[in-house]
């Protein structure tokens, strides 16, 4: 007996049975009865199976004909389904359908991107009980159907050396320090050249991605002829309509500056800059997926340089570099402001607090405030500098900003903000200078050009080749006991006095 597939469609077991019968003289009735199918379907292949084979047996036949005659022999039977039509979905449970489908498209459009769209079993149920006849399969088929778009077709791109730049941002998780937190990386590729590379920061605010491209144009010494973006807020200021863009202020600053074109992709169309994407993902993968614990914040930064330079040495980025347009000065990108120092020498910059030099109190000071750094400077000339603090109401302090005023109140630097905000030199303070104020800011006096830290490693080379010796008091003890002695005597004496 045939043994018809889940469908009742003949395979080609059954039609290899029904020619083996047919060959030993059986009747296309008995045939069917045998193999449980119909007679004609029977006659069908019988037929084709004679046509076939005399064919072969032509004397004139060529060569192509008989190729073709030995596919048909050989091949497994052929159903054509493209016109059948579903016997129990009809044009009600169609215009059911498509009412269901426009409602799960409202909500899409009122509550954006979301996970609560109905699945097909759902819809499935929906139909079922409003007393539809109707299989899931068939459900399943027509909502594909009416959902699914023509895909798109991607055009393969190739660019000229120094022609265009891809631009974007990633995250990354990272333990500095012991603490975990998410940092982010101003990501820029070269498809020409197949040249990635990467700066690590804090934030991906409007500083930072500018302070990426000047990092990038000056450690090329070039300028790409184009700059695609996606439609990020540093970049897209505002939208008018679905097409029509208002770029960002300080971006168009920068592209009048250094002679770039700005190109701006499609919403949701991170296939038009398909070269940074990936390259996002290789950079975190290769410097970070292994390695991600380190003491500090530039340790982090220095490792994913050495990564990028080994990222790098199969692209043709030296190539292209004499492709690149001419380079301009380091464009500066601060925000210049003024404030006067208020009467603890602080001048405070986004809620945070930094000292300046104390003569300085009272009067105007100009501050310039880069991504991680803030200078301050007076009559134009740089008086001190600061690392931006990422906190808020926090106090970055120098203690040689208060040396004049403490030299004049010693007593002053024990419990100051200042001594207590390095720890190392408070240490060094209480455990040796304490009762030696003077010559502590004396040596700090004359350190005053040095960092900090190299202060505190003369202080303490200082107390270990200089140690203040304090001269000891001998005192007689026989002398000692007759003073106690007097001291005695003399309260009795006024006792009596007072009781007579």
């Not at 039977?77 to 039509?85: E, L, S, T």
């Not at 903000?417 to 502590?440: E, G, M, Q, V, W």
């Amino acid at each position: 007996m045939a043994v018809k597939g889940w469908d009742g469609v003949i395979k080609i077991m059954d039609k290899h049975a029904i020619i083996k019968l047919k060959q030993q003289g059986v009747s296309n009735r008995k045939a069917a009865k045998i193999l449980n199918i119909n007679r004609k379907t029977v006659a069908i292949y019988w037929n084709e199976y004679k046509n076939n084979n005399a064919l072969l047996n032509a004397l004139d036949v060529n060569e192509k004909e008989v190729q073709e005659a030995q596919e048909k022999i050989c091949e497994a039977p052929k159903y054509n389904a493209q016109n059948r039509k579903p016997r129990k979905y009809t044009t009600e449970i169609d215009s059911r359908l498509d009412e269901i489908l426009e409602s799960e498209s409202e909500k899409c459009k009122e509550l954006g991107r979301h996970k609560q769209q109905l699945t097909n079993l759902q819809i499935h149920q929906l139909l079922v009980n409003e007393k539809f006849d109707i299989g899931y399969t068939t459900i399943t088929n027509k909502i594909k159907e009416k959902r699914n778009k023509p895909k798109e077709c991607f055009i393969k791109q190739s660019y000229d050396f120094g022609q265009r730049l891809e631009y974007d941002f990633g995250e990354v998780k990272l333990e500095i320090n012991g603490e975990i937190s998410t940092y982010h990386l101003a990501v820029l590729s070269s498809p020409a050249a197949n040249f990635r590379w990467a700066y690590l920061y804090k934030n991906q605010k409007q500083d930072v991605f500018m302070d990426s491209h000047v990092r990038f144009f000056d450690m090329l010494n070039g300028v790409y002829s184009e700059i695609v973006y996606d439609n990020m807020r540093n970049v897209v200021s505002k939208f008018i309509g679905k097409t029509e863009k208002i770029l960002n202020e300080n971006l168009l600053k920068l592209s009048l500056y250094y002679g770039f074109d700005i190109n701006v992709t499609n919403c949701f169309s991170g296939n038009e800059k398909g070269h940074v994407e990936g390259s996002v993902k290789i950079i975190r993968n290769k410097a970070f997926a292994l390695t991600y614990k380190f003491k500090t914040f530039d340790d982090a930064r220095e490792y994913l340089d050495t990564i990028l330079i080994e990222l790098n040495n199969d692209s043709t980025i030296s190539q292209e570099i004499k492709h690149l347009q001419p380079t301009k000065p380091k464009l500066d990108l601060a925000t210049v402001t003024v404030q006067k120092p208020n009467k603890y020498s602080f001048v405070r910059v986004d809620n945070n607090h930094y000292s300046v030099p104390e003569y300085l109190v009272g009067r105007v000071v100009t501050i310039k405030k880069y991504y991680d750094t803030i200078g301050f400077y007076s009559n134009n000339i740089l008086v001190c500098e600061h690392k931006k603090i990422d906190g808020h109401n926090e106090i970055s302090i120098e203690i040689k900003h208060y040396l004049n005023s403490l030299n004049k109140k010693p007593g002053a630097i024990k419990n100051s903000h200042a001594l207590k905000s390095i720890p190392r030199l408070k240490a060094i303070y209480d455990t040796n200078f304490s009762r030696n104020t003077r010559k502590f800011i004396e040596i700090i006096q004359e350190n005053d050009d040095k960092p900090i830290e190299e202060i505190v490693l003369i202080l303490e080379t200082y107390n270990k080749s200089h140690i203040d010796i304090i001269p000891s008091i001998q005192i007689d003890k026989t002398a000692l006991s007759n003073i106690a002695t007097r001291q005695v005597s003399r309260y009795n004496e006024l006792c009596l006095s007072e009781v007579e």
